[in-house]
């Protein structure tokens, strides 16, 4: 037995998410089939760095998996990239050591957040940035951060769904630009609750448009109550940039 | 009666192209019902500046139609895209003489086409951006469009089903460049035959490759036969990006 880390991307717009589901196209249930043909019919399990909700997408996903199968490097991303379909590839792959995991060992992670802000809708990026006609205020918006930078329990900006209990998470960066005719959301972090980065871009967006005032931030984070935070930003913005390991 | 000029961008991946043909989606299919639903079922018909072939984009196709409707220009704008689906929008709508066409108006059109160089398929890429792994000769593929460039008959550089009996076009710009990982090949002329740029690329793509050399492109347009130019590219990759008038 070896074990093989994987740097995968996906489109995540035909996806339901990233984990198995009964009856369901996910990313992971799509590369497990590949495996197990590739392994004559022995199912194998892969283990990502983390999950991703419907439409999210990934520039960076890390996974890993155990295979008796002795395949160059090389050829595994040949073989992989042939049988998966169109939507996922596989960019790099290599073998690591059998203590090696992609969720445990994952030091931190970067997420970006899309937001077009063209005058009317773009086809092209309908399912890949979140569309917005408001006007927004930068200035304000960057006061927002940063109250948001560092270490807090981030309980308000989580789905009331979340089940850990240590909702306590430390974001080193979180900034934006422009580019081209889109709005870029940079979020990096020891690691991010169910649904945190869209509701931070939800509620950052909302201190923009002149809603929610920059300094409100701090007391959404000491309520420790999701009511108090702006709304979930759609998924299809969102993207898995990058993950670290030490 | 009044005559509005639309600009529209779609994105062609879910059309069978752009003509009406009797249960597909196609473009034309989709605005005028769009447009006999804002005029109460009486039916509306476009016309374009040309068809764009299934799964081709376009980024700046013209259209024309009549109506009695007295809407100002900004709302007409709203409610088109209102009720347009999220693959096609109308980027610019004015009012227009009755005598404006916008296919025989058209002095010329610029056409693009995106190659995707990277060394793994680009999920995000697979339906706007024609993938290969070849490693391309763009000394070669330069050499080549001097050849094209100008006045010529391009029957060897249309499909055998090409109906019209002209085939003289002059073709005023053609260039090339990287951007990000990906290879732009800009065309501009006063008009296209029925595949021209798809089978012009996939000729000159095969002068990067080394399977035909630069100057045998003068002995295609003297065959005046389709079978001596290359393959016909992939029609995703192509792009109506602009068309112009006098």
Known sequence: ???????????????????????????????????????????VRISASGRTDAHVHARGQIIHFDSPLQIPEENWLRALNAMLPEDISVVHIERVHSSFHSR???????????????????????????????RLDYAAMRESLQYLIGTH????????????????????????????DELVFRFVGNGFLYNMVRILVGTILEVGTGRKHASVMKEILEKKDRSYA???????????????YN
């Open 1 to 43: 037995m070896g074990r093989l880390k994987c740097k995968i991307m996906y489109d995540g717009t035909h996806f339901f998410g990233y984990q198995v589901q009964p009856e369901k196209r996910t990313v992971q249930g799509v590369i497990e089939g590949v495996l197990t043909q590739l392994h004559k019919g022995a199912p």
């Open 104 to 134: 445990f060992d994952a030091s931190g992670k970067e997420y970006r957040y899309f937001v077009n802000l063209g005058k009317t809708r773009d086809p092209f990026r309908r399912n890949y940035s979140y569309h917005t006609g408001y």
């Open 153 to 180: 329990d981030f309980t308000s900006f989580c789905s009331a769904k979340t089940e850990v209990e240590d909702r306590v998470r430390t974001i080193s960066e979180i900034e934006f630009f422009e580019c081209d």
């Open 230 to 244: 702006g709304k979930t930003a759609p998924g299809h913005g969102l993207y898995l940039w990058e993950v670290f």
